[in-house]
T-cell receptor
Framework: DAKTTQPTSMDCAEGRAANLPCNHS???????VYWYRQIHSQGPQYIIH???NNETNEMASLIITEDRKSSTLILPHATLRDTAVYYCIVRVVYQGGKLIFGQGTELSVKP | EAGVTQFPSHSVIEKGQTVTLRCDPI?????LYWYRRVMGKEIKFLLHFVKESKQDESGMPNNRFLAERTGGTYSTLKVQPAELEDSGVYFCASSQVNNEQFFGPGTRLTVL
């Protein structure tokens, strides 16, 4: 079973920041927070991951609370192409390791 | 660099027939994973190879599913005999050790 909870759906205006929350209150000390997204009919796409510090890359920013029980994925300037289902996943990083997908958040970016 | 490729993109077969799906991972990626999404459900893990060895096959639904990765390069997933409930999208992913997984476009399997 997925160890995260996310809102089922969210809307965002094009050009605005999209803030996608995720609760992972049972996260263990050796588990990372990963974000993937799935654009319709494509395979899931890696976005970003982090352990306890905030992370930023060319796609997004990840803000993890100090107690690590929740996090927020930020798409700073959402475009129509960011419309997708976004998955928050907690995962132990050892030699590989399966991803456990939940229902995710369906983000709709509207013009 | 080529991404993960999967073949075929679509397959339509009748119940009782056999289907073999193929996945070519990114070159140099020792880890290879199979996932699937059946209608209306979440994406579910099937199994994980490290090179040619099965590291974790806890997600394989039953013995009608057989995955192989001979030589540690491409992998095949055979369903024999196929049942109606096997319909869905089968994804393959690959990764280097401890890194993010890169997914292929998936194979859409329809069992009639």
């Amino acid at each position: 079973d997925a160890k995260t909870t996310q809102p089922t759906s969210m809307d965002c205006a094009e050009g605005r920041a999209a803030n996608l929350p995720c609760n992972h209150s049972t996260i263990s000390g050796n588990e990372y927070v990963y974000w993937y997204r799935q654009i319709h009919s494509q395979g899931p796409q890696y976005i970003i991951h982090g352990l306890k510090n905030n992370e930023t890359n060319e796609m997004a920013s990840l803000i993890i609370t100090e107690d690590r029980k929740s996090s927020t994925l930020i798409l700073p300037h959402a475009t129509l192409r960011d419309t997708a289902v976004y998955y928050c996943i907690v995962r132990v990083v050892y030699q590989g390791g399966k991803l456990i997908f939940g229902q995710g958040t369906e983000l709709s970016v509207k013009p | 660099e080529a991404g993960v490729t999967q073949f075929p993109s679509h397959s339509v077969i009748e119940k009782g027939q056999t289907v073999t799906l193929r996945c070519d991972p990114i070159s140099g990626h020792d880890n290879l994973y199979w996932y699937r999404r059946v209608m209306g459900k979440e994406i579910k893990f099937l199994l994980h190879f490290v090179k040619e060895s099965k590291q974790d096959e806890s997600g394989m639904p039953n013995n009608r599913f057989l995955a192989e990765r001979t030589g540690g390069t491409y992998s095949t997933l055979k369903v024999q005999p196929a049942e109606l409930e096997d319909s869905g999208v089968y994804f393959c992913a690959s990764s280097q050790v401890n890194n993010e997984q890169f997914f292929g476009p998936g194979t859409r399997l329809t069992v009639l």
